[in-house]
């Protein structure tokens, strides 16, 4: 057997995908690092290109460092940046964006960070099963699950309940959870654990979440509790039902609202593109547009459009992907303001040719992914558009992940 490779280096730079890098003619990453770190390494995988390292001795910590508050910072993958205090990891956000921008040869004004400190941000985790029938998360870049007993970023309720999955019976390798809190509820969906309606309804009570909605799919499909519940943004109270989409972070959810609406001044005709359950689209209703369209594919997030008061004469939910949508002539009349909260992805070329032809006078997008954003706005910007501002948003605390929000407008006499 040989011997690992160890190489001593100095962490130069914190890369998109979260990994610091040392220089040299291979450069090698490392994750879990910080600018400044002196570090000794162990290489772990190696190509005639890059290196991959983890770290088996910190010489000299960066004095960017700060103590984390989750015992389970660097073997479970959930988080990624913990080990930096939030004003650094909003610093190298921030660099990752404009540097991006300026590659991409676009000129934009990047307004302050949205932000908040609150160390739970998140409400809703995701639990897979390990070998053991413990229930843990993927560890990063890996397919290993990390047994894990507290997530110091969700709430105290979904605490609450991860105390007592030990309880359950143990979970098959397959086994999948995830707990997903809407106010004081809780739903729970769970793949790969067999049993009667009888067994399902005592391990619901022993969970202490009969209150709430459970859902079971593979070898059964029972469900107990409510269907859905409801969020407040602003004066408006929003139904949500199990399955559909809804955001992470509790405390920044408004702010999110905010930023988008603020685009909004009187557009008569808007289409709420990716509309999920309608959350912007009901917004500008309520605001006054005449009009609001919202295409969804989710058929759980059309039934919250559905239920809004917005549904009527001049408001319209369709089930649709957002190319065929542009296809059909439901949308020849256009939008004065179009609002799109692509996937990941980002809206992708044929999305975007399409509304280049409706020669529409707005457009807000929201990503969660600056590169797809950079695509998609990049893009636009060669159409004829110019960028009025892009609102970054610390969304997704402790990760490589943020959220932006950025409005166009369609310049006079452009192509």
Known sequence: MSEPILING???????????????????YVPYTATGDEVVVRIVKQSNTYQIGHVTQLLTPSPDRVQPPCSHFGSCGGCQFMHLSLHQQRQIKQYWLESGLQNAGIQATILPWIVSDEIVSRRRIRLQATRNGDWGMNRWHSAMIEPIQRCSVISTHLQQIMNRLPLLPPAPPDAQLDLIQIGELVWIMIW????????????HHQLGVDGSRWH??????????????????GPLEMPIRMGAFTQHHPELLESLVDAVMQ?????????????????????????????V?????????????????LYGPSCEVIESSVLDFLDTKKSDGGADWVIADPPRCGLGG?????????????????????????????????????IKRVQPIDLFPHTIHFELVTHLIKKKGGP
Request: proline share 3%; hydrophobic share 35%.
């Open 10 to 28: 100095n962490i130069d730079s914190v890369t998109p995908k979260g990994m610091g890098r040392i220089a040299g003619k291979i450069p090698c």
């Open 350 to 386: 044929e999305v975007i040719k399409r509304l280049l032809n409706r020669l529409i006078p707005e457009i807000t997008l929201i990503h969660c992914q600056w590169e797809s954003m950079i695509r998609d706005v990049g893009a636009l910007v060669k159409g004829g558009y110019e």
């Open 263 to 291: 685009s909004y001044h009187g557009q008569h005709m808007v289409w709420d593109l990716y509309g999920g359950g309608g959350l912007f689209g009901y917004q500008a209703r309520h605001r006054g547009a005449l009009g």
């Open 192 to 203: 790969g654990i067999q049993g009667t309606q009888g067994e399902y309804k005592k391990w």
């Open 216 to 233: 079971h799919q593979n070898g059964g499909h029972y469900e107990f509790g409510v269907t859905s519940g409801t969020e407040r943004v």
């Open 293 to 309: 369209v919202i295409v969804e594919t989710n058929p759980m997030a059309i039934l919250d459009a559905q239920s809004h008061v």
